[in-house]
Nanobody, 119 residues
Framework: VQLQASGGGLVQPGGSLRLSCAASGNIYSINTMGWYRQAPGKQRELVAAFTGGGGTNYADSVKGRFTISRDNAKNTVYLQMNVLKPEDTAVYYC??????????????WGQGTQVTVSS
């Protein structure tokens, strides 16, 4: 099972970016899937995620600006980030709890994609 993230980059304050994360491999089910981020010198934190019950969780700092969505047929989640601020600068990591026949239920991390918000 692998998570492939894409879509990071450099954007000016107030701009937008869309991140994608696709899960691939021997997947039986995806229980949770979402995004974390880690800024230099800070701990990794939840940004947005779909929970096991099908709901969503957002960090307070991104509510109203970021939207998480998914395409179940493609095992893909997206993070639409609008009105970006310099404090959103971080490496963004995709995370998922996935059940597979070969490995049981495990939590997986993607490789990280850099988001830089700067003028």
């Amino acid at each position: 099972v692998q998570l492939q993230a894409s879509g990071g980059g450099l954007v000016q304050p107030g701009g937008s970016l869309r991140l994608s994360c696709a899960a691939s491999g021997n997947i039986y089910s995806i229980n949770t899937m979402g995004w974390y981020r880690q800024a230099p010198g800070k701990q990794r934190e939840l940004v947005a995620a779909f929970t096991g019950g099908g709901g969503t969780n957002y960090a307070d700092s991104v509510k109203g600006r970021f939207t998480i969505s998914r395409d179940n047929a493609k095992n893909t989640v997206y993070l639409q980030m609008n009105v970006l601020k310099p404090e959103d600068t971080a490496v963004y990591y995709c995370n998922a709890e996935i059940a597979s026949i070969a490995y049981g239920t495990r939590r997986y991390w993607g490789q990280g994609t850099q988001v830089t918000v700067s003028s």
